[in-house]
């Protein structure tokens, strides 16, 4: 009861950190047995398990560096998009292989289909329980997001991969090989793009003060709360400065407004959650062109200020 009591009266980081270290300390028993039984049955599960290895050494990364209070966030961001990348590389290898090498013919049981389908949908629960459980918070519990969705992709397209080997009398392997490939590709950018991101994101980097030098060129503040709008979306919020001017001095931070899904009601994001395979892509798509189109914003807001006869100065 002590634990329980204990958990539930954690911050939202804290409470963060455990289910990650629990997903962690699961997956890591998975693919130590894959590895195991890839030795004695079937070389193709010890890479399987080297890929799942650096995913998780990435998650990694995000737990120590969330739980330190050292000042090494450049190290194991570096370290995080190392090993995304390795990872990506051993599995888009590994999926592309079989349109060049046939992998063996192997009958597979109900049994051994049923397995293996429910270790992938055990690690897709996990994955997706930490995708949907944490929050914006900084860039250590963004990039857990990242790998969660990750590691959810591959379980999928592993049960895909058994379930048409076992079904299909057909030659599945080039569906699983291309399929495998862009899940590659697709968590090779995710290493860019947490190799770029703290340059170019506005997380840890929301608050934002100025000074006012030239109070001629002042045309936006005149006094009290002010509320600047960045970037327009209305389908994932729209980026806004709030900040209040007193003294001559500007403070404020950048924040994201609601996004289209907070904003539905019910019934819609039921109808959204029946339409997920389809509308996933889009809105994958659509966050990517977000995140180009609000690169750098405390930059942006810096001209702004700067424009307007302010200067920026620390928080």
């Not at 994932?236 to 407004?257: K, N, P, S």
Request: proline content about 2%; some cysteine; aromatic content about 14%.
């Amino acid at each position: 009861m002590g634990i329980f009591r204990m958990y539930k009266n954690a911050s939202f980081e804290q409470r963060t950190i455990f289910k990650t270290v629990v997903s962690l300390c699961f997956s890591s028993a998975l693919a130590c047995g894959k590895f195991v039984i890839g030795l004695f049955s079937d070389y193709g599960l010890c890479i399987i398990a080297v890929y799942t290895f650096a995913l998780l050494l990435a998650k990694l990364q995000c737990v120590a560096g969330a739980a330190s209070k050292k000042n090494s966030f450049k190290k194991r961001n570096a370290l995080m998009a190392t090993f995304l990348m390795l990872s990506s590389i051993v599995y888009a290898g590994f999926m592309c292989r079989s349109l060049f090498v046939a992998p063996p013919k192997r009958d597979y049981g109900l049994g051994y289909v049923l397995f293996v389908a429910f270790i992938s949908f055990s690690e897709l629960g996990f994955a997706l329980a930490g995708i949907f459980r944490t929050k914006n918070k900084g860039h250590f519990y963004r990039d857990i997001k990242i790998i969660n969705f990750c590691m959810a992709l591959i379980a999928i397209l592993t049960t895909q991969t058994v379930i048409l080997d076992f079904m299909s009398e057909a030659d599945a392997r080039i569906y699983n090989a291309y399929t495998g490939m862009g899940i590659g590709a697709f968590i090779a950018a995710c290493a860019v793009f947490i190799a770029v991101a703290p340059k170019l994101s506005v997380v840890g980097r929301e608050h934002n003060v100025f000074e006012l030098v030239e109070a001629e060129k002042n045309k936006i503040v005149c006094g009290g709360a002010l509320e600047l709008v960045l970037l327009k979306s209305a389908v994932y919020g729209a980026y806004i400065y709030r900040a209040r001017f007193a003294g001559g001095r500007l403070e404020g931070d950048i924040v994201r407004g609601p996004s289209l899904w907070k904003r539905m009601n019910i019934f819609l994001k039921i109808l959204c959650c029946v339409l997920s395979e389809i509308l996933v892509f889009a809105w994958l798509i659509g966050r990517a062109v977000l995140f180009v189109r609000s690169a750098n914003l405390p930059a942006r807001l810096e001209g702004i200020m700067v424009a307007n006869g302010f200067k920026k100065c620390g928080g």
